[in-house]
Structure formats: structure tokens, C-alpha cells
């Protein structure tokens, strides 16, 4: 596609249930990224994929969070057990390069709107 | 540990300039990044510093002094569609890569 796509754009979910949100990255593109955004923060680093690998996951707030990329294209972060503090926009963005220290630039998904009741 | 500090908000009108700043303490430091934010929408890519000085793009610039930990955008001609929030993220080295995002400044252009 011509972008990062995420599905679904909103979520609503009842405590203790569990959410699956899906990333579609651009073709190609070798790292991804989660991040999770309050109202009026900025976006905080949740955890990066390059390819299938699951590089840091040193964001994810609890073991309730659980992301995959089982074959380096399409991700999908995972909650379990909701709570009402994990209310946010999820984000998702890709990268073209795996190399840090290039010009390469992160391109974002429209992001999951989490609300959990 | 790591910090990024902008301002939460700043007002300016149509037609002028306005320069948002940003000073930073990352644990390792490979490009800042500048990303508009309309409200409901996604991050967009505005620019990228590595180096210092000043880099230009149409209406837009940035500016980097990696001794002083310190980044600008100036926006020129502002324009009411200028209207968002301007995020400032630096990419860190420490451990993989990855960016670190400010809160975001929220600049509203009045006619």
C-alpha cells in the first residue's frame, strides 16, 4: 500500500478483555515500530521490530503487552487483561533502513484509538 | 536519562514566524526529527538534523547545536492550516535505536 495502514481505528473494550491491534507497515520496510500516546503527550517507544526480530522491547508497560512480527511484514500488538490506564492512541510507524545512523525517517500509521471502560 | 523539553503551547498570527525549541538529554544521540501533528491524525515527517546547523525546507527549518543539546523549527508565513502540534524526538543509541519523542507543542495561528 501507499501507507502504514492499522486496524481497527477504534477500539472500545470492557476491562479485562483483550485487544489485538494490527500494523501493516510499507512494503519493504525493515523496522517498525509501536508507540503508545496519551492525550497531549508525545508518542512513548513501546517496542521495535527489524524484519521478524523483535530487537528492544524495553517500552512495553507490563507483561500485558505482547507484540509479534512473525514474518517481518505485518505486526500486531497484543493486550491482555485491559485497564482503564491503557487507554491511548497506539501508534505504528516503519522505516525503510535497519541501519541506525542513516537519513531514514519513521512513517506513521493513523494509530488504534484504545478506550477501555 | 533521557529528556526532552519543549514548550506545551505558543500562539502566533497568519503571516508571521514563530520558532519552536527543544532542548534535550538523550543517552546517545544519531538525528533529531521534527513531525507535524493535526489533531486526530498521524505523525507527519517535517525535518532532520544530524549535524549542526541549519537545515531549510520551503517555510520550514531547523536548527541543531549538538553541544548544547538544543533544536528549533521556524516556521515562516504561518499559514492557519500551520495549526498543530510540532513534536521534537531525538534518536537514541543507547541499546537499538530508537526515538524519543518531547510532549509536543501546540501551536494555534490566528487570524
Known sequence: ?117 | GQNIDQPTEMTATEGAIVQINCTYQTSGFNGLFWYQQHAGEAPTFLSYNVLDGLEEKGRFSSFLSRSKGYSYLLLKELQMKDSASYLCAVRSTSGTYKYIFGTGTRLKVLA
Open chain 1, 1 to 117: 500500500g501507499a501507507g502504514v495502514s492499522q486496524s481497527p481505528r477504534y477500539k472500545v473494550a470492557k476491562r479485562g478483555q483483550d485487544v489485538a491491534l494490527r500494523c501493516d507497515p510499507i512494503s519493504g520496510h525493515v523496522s517498525l515500530f509501536w508507540y503508545q500516546q496519551a492525550l497531549g503527550q508525545g508518542p512513548e517507544f513501546l517496542t521495535y521490530f527489524q524484519n521478524e526480530a523483535q530487537l528492544d522491547k524495553s517500552g512495553l508497560p507490563s507483561d500485558r503487552f505482547f507484540a509479534e512480527r512473525p514474518e517481518g511484514s505485518v505486526s500486531t500488538l497484543k493486550i491482555q487483561r485491559t485497564q482503564q490506564e491503557d487507554s491511548a492512541v497506539y501508534l505504528c510507524a516503519s522505516s525503510h533502513n535497519r541501519l541506525a545512523g542513516s537519513t531514514d525517517t519513521q512513517y506513521f500509521g493513523p494509530g488504534t484509538r484504545l478506550t477501555v471502560l
